[in-house]
């Protein structure tokens, strides 16, 4: 982690900031739009260290809205279920993604979101939960998987950076 924080300083971000060992990166950028950044970003890891780099960047607001806009009741019962967010990149819509996302009926529920699916399981059943077929199909290139907790901590930690 310590040197894909020294990548994107590299790069001119400010306040880089890495949270926990799966790659999500916090930073500010002076300019550019959340499709040229993507590109600068996945070009710098790229030549960094040596693979094909794809990223979902989000804004504040955007986590914001993913946080805020999660269907009733998403996140609160983490006895009995298990909830992650699949964020989208663009250009793969919430439409395109249902269709790679199947539910087992019983099991799991999957809700469209603004650039994103809503995901949960029930923990007695987890192994029977269809989330990690997601990982094979060809859509997963243009997503990411982060748990309820995990969202709600760097939507947490992006507010304090936005509000410095």
Known sequence: MVALKACFEAKGFR?????IQSGNVLFTASRGTQ???TGQIEKA???????QSRVVVRSVEQMKATVEKAPKGFGRQPTAYRYDVIFLKDPLMPDEAMKSVTAR???DRVFSGDGVLYFSRLISKAAQSQLSRVVGTPAYQNMTIRNWNTTVKL???MKRIDER
């Open 35 to 37: 499709a040229t950044l």
């Open 155 to 157: 939507f947490d930690l």
């Open 15 to 19: 306040d880089v900031a890495t949270y």
């Open 105 to 107: 009926p019983g099991v």
């Open 45 to 51: 890891l790229s030549k960094t260290f040596a693979y």
